[in-house]
């Protein structure tokens, strides 16, 4: 907890470029982030502070097919309104880039094809369901049909909005293309994944007895997670939006959102220093804090690490992940 360090990595969550950033997450997330920067900043200290936009992903794909443009379009406009939203409000990164830039492909794609080399990955063939008019795997949002838990007729294909379960989308009963309205088949596809089980004892060592200091929700939240036992965790999926899984024989996946733009923060540094980033990332001198909102600490505390545990190379953990509730304003929640 005292332990002395050499320089400081900052990293803030990526905003989903689906809209415009919301006030929850600057409040939560890039103020504070931009306070203990600029406080470190005034000491002398060796600080940088890195973001980027997150620009992959199922949602951000449905939104360009409701408007009838590409996924870029709908990134590169988001993109710019957060990037200025960020300097209008004067929060001082060093950069702030997006994920898909080459860099972050190129980075996120050497990154996975390292664990697959080393063996991280487990291999697992399942069926899902697929629109034969579309000729494509429905992911998720792409999906939609009755809940099997509370009857509700339109439920996602990762989630029912009405009694909030989540779900797998061949749950569903009487399953509907949200693309073209026809009834899906299901179909065998081959996928990769991390096992978090592996890593649970090496987990439960760094957090439950090497991080007591941390903010007791961020706690609380992670030996609950651990306690529940963790499962292996897929890392691609079928979809033609995001960074393609770099192994033969997987045309038509990518690296599953979740999975890349973790990755965005090791990409955004190299980014900004490209000949002297590792010593950001990779030497137990330097502190690393990730601030993020609430709704991530499972992904920050216990997936990334195990990411980078898996990598080795010297990958430094988070020494804290400060993660805020929501903003109140007079006593009650702003919603978005
Ligand atoms: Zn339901």
């Not at 996602?156 to 009405?162: L, N, P, S, T, W």
């Not at 903010?215 to 965790?233: A, E, F, H, M």
């Not at 690296?255 to 955004?268: E, K, M, Q, R």
Request: glycine fraction near 8%.
């Amino acid at each position: 907890m005292d332990k002395k360090f050499k320089r400081t990595l900052v990293t803030t969550a990526l905003p989903y470029a689906n809209g415009p950033v919301h006030i929850g997450h600057l409040a939560g997330v890039y103020v504070p982030a931009d306070i203990y920067t600029r406080y470190l900043r005034l000491k002398g200290e060796d600080v940088i502070m890195v973001g980027g936009s997150d620009e992959h992903g199922v949602p951000i794909t449905i939104k360009a097919k409701k408007e009838g443009v590409t996924p870029q379009d709908i990134v590169d406009r988001y993109h710019t309104i957060i990037k200025d939203s960020m300097e209008e409000l004067g929060i001082s990164f060093d950069v702030y880039s997006r994920t898909t830039s080459k860099i972050h492909s190129e980075t996120a794609s050497e990154f996975f094809r390292h664990l697959y080399d080393k063996g991280e990955f487990v291999e697992k063939t399942s069926m899902q369901l697929y629109d034969e008019q579309a000729n494509q795997f429905l992911a998720d949002r792409y999906v939609t049909g009755e809940c099997p838990h509370c009857h509700f007729d339109h439920a996602y294909g990762d989630q029912c909005e009405k009694c909030g379960t989540s779900l797998n989308a061949t749950d569903l009963i009487n399953p509907k293309s949200e693309i073209t309205g026809s009834t899906p088949v299901l179909r065998e596809t081959k996928h990769w994944y991390l096992p978090l089980d592996k890593w649970e004892p090496a987990l439960s060592k760094w957090i439950l007895e090497g991080h007591k200091e941390w903010k007791t929700n961020v706690y609380g939240q992670c030996k609950s997670w651990i306690d529940l036992g963790l499962q292996p965790r897929a890392v691609s999926r079928d979809l033609d939006w995001g960074v393609p899984v770099p192994v033969e024989g997987a045309e038509g996946k990518v690296l599953y959102v979740w999975f890349d733009a973790p990755i965005g923060y090791i990409s955004n540094t190299k980014e900004l220093l490209p000949d002297s980033w590792e010593k950001y990332w990779k030497d137990p001198e330097s502190r690393v804090i990730n601030f993020i909102g609430k709704d991530n600490i499972v992904f920050h505390c216990i997936v990334f690490p195990a990411m980078l545990m898996a990598y080795g190379d010297n990958y430094q953990l988070p020494d804290n992940v400060p993660a805020n509730e929501f903003l109140n304003l007079d006593g009650d929640k702003i919603s978005t």
